[in-house]
T-cell receptor, first 117, second 111 residues
Framework: DTAVSQTPKYLVTQMGNDKSIKCEQN?????MYWYKQDSKKFLKIMFS???????INETVPNRFSPKSPDKAHLNLHINSLELGDSAVYFC????????????????FGPGTRLTVL | TQLLEQSPQFLSIQEGENLTVYCNSS?????LQWYRQEPGEGPVLLVT?????EVKKLKRLTFQFGDARKDSSLHITAAQPGDTGLYLC???????????FGTGTRLKVLA
C-alpha cells in the first residue's frame, strides 16, 4: 500500500521542453506539498495546497505551475525546462490540525529525479 | 529569511560510537521535526518536538528542543550501520503552513 506515490521516478528531458510530475496520496490528508531537493540535499518548499487551495507559493519561477484537481492529487507542470531545474522533486502530504498548527507528520513520496540536458 | 544550520555536515564514525547532530537558527519555531532520508527515498519522520526544553527518546536516539525554541539536537548512542543516512531537521515557521528544512547531516556508520 503506497501512501504517497509519484510518477515518473526518473525524468530525463531536453532544455526547453514542458513536463509534468504527478502525485497521489491515499492517506486522506488535506494538505499536500511540492519540495525541491538540490544536489547538496537541501530540501526547499515550493508549493502547498490545503483542500485544493494554494496556501504556500514560494519564490518559484512562474514556469512551475501546480494543479490540485482534488484533495488526493497534486501535480506539478514545468514549462520551458532549464538546466537549473535538474533536481529531485518530492511530493508530501500531511493532515493539518484544526488550529492550523503543523505538528503533524509529513509523508513524503519517493521523489522524481529530473535531469535536464 | 529563516535558516536552519546543521552541524556537522558530514560524519563518519565506527559502530558503537556516540554522536550528536546540531540544528541551529536565530529564529523561533513553533515546533521542530527530525527526519531521516535514505538514498533514493523520501524523508521519514523520526520525531516532533513542540515545547521549549522538551526531550524525547526513541530507542537509542535522544532529541532535545532548545529552551528558546531556536535550536535542537539529536544524540545517537551506540550507533549502528542501520543509522546511516541523511538527517534533516525542519522547523515550523510560526503563523505559516510551512516547515523550513535544515542543511542536512550525512551520517555514515561503519561496521
Amino acid at each position: 500500500d503506497t501512501a504517497v506515490s509519484q510518477t515518473p521516478k526518473y525524468l530525463v528531458t531536453q532544455m526547453g521542453n514542458d513536463k509534468s510530475i504527478k502525485c497521489e496520496q491515499n492517506l486522506g490528508h488535506d494538505t499536500m506539498y511540492w519540495y525541491k531537493q538540490d544536489s547538496k540535499k537541501f530540501l526547499k518548499i515550493m508549493f502547498s495546497y490545503n483542500n485544493k487551495e494554494l496556501i504556500i507559493n514560494e519564490t518559484v519561477p512562474n514556469r512551475f505551475s501546480p494543479k490540485s484537481p482534488d484533495k488526493a492529487h497534486l501535480n506539478l507542470h514545468i514549462n520551458s525546462l532549464e538546466l537549473g531545474d535538474s533536481a529531485v522533486y518530492f511530493c508530501a502530504s500531511s493532515r493539518t490540525s484544526r488550529t492550523g498548527a503543523l505538528y503533524n507528520e509529513q509523508f513524503f513520496g519517493p521523489g522524481t529525479r529530473l535531469t535536464v540536458l | 529569511t529563516q535558516l536552519l544550520e546543521q552541524s556537522p555536515q558530514f560524519l563518519s564514525i565506527q559502530e558503537g560510537e556516540n554522536l550528536t547532530v546540531y540544528c541551529n537558527s536565530s529564529s523561533v519555531f513553533s515546533s521542530l521535526q527530525w527526519y531521516r532520508q535514505e538514498p533514493g527515498e523520501g524523508p521519514v519522520l523520526l520525531v516532533t518536538v513542540v515545547t521549549g526544553g522538551e526531550v524525547k527518546k526513541l530507542k537509542r536516539l535522544t532529541f532535545q528542543f532548545g529552551d528558546a525554541r531556536k535550536d535542537s539536537s539529536l544524540h545517537i548512542t551506540a550507533a549502528q550501520p542501520g543509522d546511516t543516512g541523511l538527517y534533516l531537521c525542519a522547523g515550523e515557521s510560526p503563523g505559516t503552513y510551512k516547515y523550513i528544512f535544515g542543511t542536512g547531516t550525512r551520517l555514515k556508520v561503519l561496521a
